[in-house]
């Protein structure tokens, strides 16, 4: 509707414009710098925009040069504009050859199915495994003539928990027992904070190989100094990179996800922060300089390597500059690979893959807090994933994982390392994560069509030898949701989690979560 709105303004906007230049030639710079000024209110045209059709030097080129910007902003194609034209003007040749000329706007929309960002060529669902949905592509022109895409998803949550934990919107464990009262309070919060936007562009850029761009954000990055500023969410980046596409080769340079442990858990509930993080799923996105081979036609092996910057997660508060911390004085990039496996399965694709990661941490006397002494951690991983079709309507994923020091990736459960008899140590960890999917087998017509359920467990625990008393110690989460597609474009979700935590030699902070979340996703 707002489309054809900005057409229909745009449509009267030019016959208006046309018929005060014929008709009123004295009145015909003001009527139409009246006319500018409304349309640049409306926001269909820029400042710089309307000025330029301003200064015009008669009715004939403002008319041109609208219907230019029509074209450039992809609310009418090129060749309907010439088609258009042409038709005009054979028109007013006939009847008057002084006559203005009139261009009708048309609106040009390409169906097209929905592009999953976080997706690769060749890979498995991978992180960000959302409700795929089929949708309706609208073309749009940069100011440099770069036609990208527009898609995002506007989600709702409401939640109900039992208990405080360390974010009420998205948590992850509960507070302790014991811990203050109003805080560790059963509570009920809504947020559209999960919601995502981004902008796509797709090209050639040699004969043999496709350019992609993405730039991807949510509204997780924080909340503004307001006192009433809960709501006013702070916009996140989430993906930004290019990369280009060979047959068999692809290289990618930008912020995307790692290449280690690749997979999420199905959830509208932990959209925005993974299902299962700190409960065995290991997830971040980082920027990296990226290199990705695949051998094979309908079954795939898939060969990626990757340096990533080195960050620990070992930097706590919101700072305003980035500081040196443990990743950043190892003075080494970040080292990822993963080998990987795909195939058709029941109609759908199945894989299979290891992966590792590998960073050169250092802890300096005074940082972290309480360090005395110079102390080198080898931050590791090595994980496996699955993600495999039992039938055309049940899917087993999972990953499992062994490391040291993964707190970037929200492992040992959001802990990076800590400080024993004076020097720094990474924690130790071990765990993983499996869903149970379910959905409408192919073929099935029934009233169950559009509904799909996930049961879910994950599980975290770190050595005893690497903590203090009161440290996180164990972290699981029991997770049961459905999800129905109201439309190609509208779900409805509803998602159950319980969560036990246990503190190290603190059995009586030992606190267990039940969170209930309603979700309702719009995806364009």
Do not use: C
């Not at 028109?91 to 261009?103: E, H, K, L, N, Y």
């Not at 050169?360 to 309480?370: A, E, I, K, S």
């Amino acid at each position: 509707m707002n489309r054809l709105f900005q057409l229909t303004v745009f449509s009267f906007a030019i016959v208006a414009l046309s018929h005060q230049a014929f008709a009123q030639q004295q009145d015909g710079n003001s009527q139409r710098n009246s006319l500018v000024r409304l349309l640049q209110t409306k926001g269909i045209i820029t400042e710089q925009e309307a000025a330029m059709i301003s200064e015009a030097s008669s009715p004939a080129q403002a008319e041109r040069r609208l219907a230019e910007l029509l074209v450039t902003k992809g609310v009418i194609t090129r060749q309907e504009y010439d088609q258009t034209l042409l038709t005009v003007e054979a028109s007013s040749t006939s009847s008057d050859a002084s006559a203005p000329r009139v261009i009708t706007a048309a609106a040009h929309v390409s169906e097209a199915p929905y592009v999953d960002s976080a997706r690769t060529p060749g890979e498995a669902p991978g992180k960000d495994a959302g409700p795929a949905q089929a949708q309706v592509e609208g073309p749009m022109t940069t100011v440099s003539k770069i036609p990208v895409k527009i898609y995002g998803s506007i989600l709702f949550n409401a939640s109900y928990l039992s208990h405080g934990a360390n974010t009420i919107d998205i948590p992850l464990f509960p507070q302790k027992q014991g811990s203050s009262s109003d805080q560790n309070h059963q509570n009920f919060n809504t947020t559209l904070r999960q919601s995502r936007f981004g902008l796509r562009y797709e090209g050639k850029i040699f004969d043999d190989a496709k350019l992609t761009g993405v730039f991807e954000f949510d509204l997780l990055g924080g909340k503004p100094a307001f006192s009433n500023g809960v709501n006013f969410d702070i916009f996140r980046l989430r993906l930004a990179y290019g990369r280009i596409d060979w047959a068999n080769d692809s290289l990618e340079a930008g912020q995307d996800w790692a290449v280690f442990a690749p997979l999420n858990p199905t959830s509208l509930a932990s959209f925005a922060i993974p299902g299962f993080s700190t409960s065995g799923n290991l997830w971040n996105r980082m920027p990296q300089l990226r290199y990705e081979h695949r051998k094979g036609e309908k079954s795939k092996f898939i060969f990626t390597t990757a340096l990533l910057d080195p960050n620990a997660g070992d930097i706590s508060g919101n700072p305003a500059a980035r500081v040196i911390g443990l990743g950043e004085r190892g003075s080494l990039p970040a080292f990822e690979t993963r080998l990987g496996f795909t195939t058709p399965s029941h109609g759908k694709e199945s894989s299979a893959g290891v992966s590792a990661h590998y960073s050169r941490l250092l802890g300096v006397p005074g940082n972290p807090v309480g360090t005395t002494s110079r102390s080198p951690i080898d931050s590791y991983g090595v994980s496996g994933d699955a993600n495999v079709w039992l039938s055309s309507g049940f899917r087993i994923t999972g990953e499992a994982f062994h490391g040291r020091a993964l707190g970037i990736f929200s492992g040992d459960i959001l802990q990076s390392a800590v400080v024993i008899g004076g020097r720094a140590r990474g924690i130790n960890s071990t765990g993983g994560w499996v869903e149970l999917h379910g959905e409408a087998p192919t073929g099935y017509q029934g009233s169950l069509v559009n509904l799909s359920v996930n049961f879910g467990y994950g599980i975290e625990d770190n050595r005893d030898q690497d903590l203090l008393v009161g440290i996180r110690k164990r972290n699981q989460t029991y997770m049961v949701n459905g999800q129905y597609k109201l439309s190609p474009n509208f779900t409805l979700a509803l998602e159950y989690r319980r969560v036990l935590t246990d503190w190290f030699r603190e059995p009586s902070s030992k606190e267990n979560l039940n969170w209930v979340s309603l979700g309702f996703l719009f995806s364009f």
